[in-house]
């Protein structure tokens, strides 16, 4: 009884210790989340550290990030990824509370507020497959403050990724935080203009095609192309507006870090817009087009149609008298009836095409 009362008191103390480790590794775990020398940062897609000189120094995200260091920190987030959605409503990051809450919200709608200390909103961008450029519209939601900006997407966008190739390359200086988000807009309107080139292209050879009378199965592609003028017109006629509105506002109550050349911006936009919307309605006329030959082709038919109707009904009104069973029938008893019958077919024929023809019903 001694020794199992023994045995039993060193099992109990075995478990509490392991509690009280296991509280202790919680307790530090939580430390940990909330201090500026964090562990790994969870859902964290890539980061940089912009120095003074404009530099820019990739991170490794898999090793703790200082977000209290020198210089303008980068971090780019997955939020698809419900640990980062819940690390970022924790941490203690110097954003505003609404900036924040929009980075976190799956708002669709593009937008950017203005306030003396940060600039945050939701812009759209194109998805970006592992190979090319797509169609599909996504939104990168960020933040931004003199020394941080604090961007997030749930699919991967091609902007944000041309924008960080380009800063590992060391082929661009960035001088402040506005400046990254003005790359990263410029990257925006240079991809819808690579798209809006290839979409140009390809309505010069459905113009060929036409203009060849060649339109076999041609409707599918402009309706496609149409669509893609019209996505990309709504994404471009969006983030005008917004830039226009920051523009209007003034960058004077904004801190120099925060100074978007929106004016800028927005000109480069409405000039791009201006050929999508021009390439929209050149898809219009083509489509116009394809169905004015489409439909001539079909009148054509129909036209053809309606003459072999028209010469095949004398001789079947003939055929019928003759097939008919009845008393009196002419030419049942005559030896060249047949021959004779037929002559009438092909002459009811004849007579058919020759009053088609005087009308103008042949051409």
């Known amino acids: 009884m001694a020794r199992f009362g023994a045995s039993g008191s060193v099992v109990s103390f075995g478990r509490l210790g392991l509690i009280v480790q296991a509280e202790a590794l919680t307790a530090e775990g939580i430390a940990a989340r909330h201090s500026p020398h964090a562990a790994q940062i969870p859902g964290l897609v890539w980061a940089f550290r912009i120095h003074a000189n404009g530099s820019a120094e990739p991170l490794n995200v898999d090793e703790p990030v200082d977000l209290r260091g020198d210089g303008l920190l980068w971090l780019h987030f997955n939020l698809g990824d419900l640990r980062a959605d819940q690390w970022l409503a924790s941490a203690d990051l110097d954003i505003p509370e609404a900036g924040k809450a929009l980075l976190l919200s799956r708002d669709n709608f593009q937008q950017i507020h203005a306030a003396d200390d940060s600039i945050y909103g939701v812009f759209s961008d194109l998805v970006r497959a592992i190979d090319r450029v797509t169609e599909e519209t996504g939104y990168l939601h960020f933040v931004m403050t003199e020394r941080l900006l604090v961007s997030g997407r749930h699919h991967a966008l091609c902007a944000v990724d041309a924008t960080r190739r380009v800063l590992e390359s060391g082929q661009q200086r960035i001088s402040s935080g506005a400046a990254l988000l003005e790359t990263i807009v410029e990257y925006v309107a240079e991809t819808m203009e690579r798209v809006a080139e290839e979409v140009g292209a390809k309505l010069d050879s459905i113009e060929e095609k036409i203009l060849s009378d060649d339109s076999t199965d041609l409707r599918r592609d402009l309706g496609r192309l149409r669509r893609t003028c019209v996505r990309l017109h709504r994404q471009l006629s969006g983030l005008l507006?917004?830039?226009?509105?920051?523009?209007?506002?003034?960058?004077?109550?904004?801190?120099?870090?925060?100074?978007?050349?929106?004016?800028?911006?927005?000109?480069?936009?409405?000039?791009?817009?201006?050929?999508?919307?021009?390439?929209?309605?050149?898809?219009?006329?083509?489509?116009?087009?394809?169905?004015?030959?489409?439909?001539?082709?079909?009148?054509?038919?129909?036209?053809?149609?309606?003459?072999?109707?028209?010469?095949?009904?004398?001789?079947?009104?003939?055929?019928?008298?003759?097939?008919?069973?009845?008393?009196?029938?002419?030419?049942?008893?005559?030896?060249?009836?047949?021959?004779?019958?037929?002559?009438?077919?092909?002459?009811?024929?004849?007579?058919?095409?020759?009053?088609?023809?005087?009308?103008?019903?042949?051409?």
Do not use: C, W
């Open 241 to 363: 507006l917004m830039f226009r509105r920051l523009d209007q506002q003034g960058p004077e109550a904004l801190k120099p870090a925060l100074r978007l050349r929106a004016g800028k911006l927005a000109q480069r936009l409405d000039a791009l817009d201006h050929v999508v919307v021009e390439m929209r309605e050149r898809s219009r006329l083509l489509q116009e087009e394809l169905h004015l030959k489409i439909e001539e082709q079909t009148n054509k038919s129909i036209h053809l149609l309606s003459v072999l109707t028209a010469l095949l009904l004398p001789p079947t009104l003939v055929t019928g008298v003759f097939g008919m069973n009845t008393k009196g029938l002419p030419l049942t008893d005559v030896e060249t009836g047949f021959l004779t019958a037929s002559v009438l077919i092909v002459s009811s024929s004849a007579l058919a095409y020759f009053i088609m023809k005087r009308f103008g019903i042949l051409r």
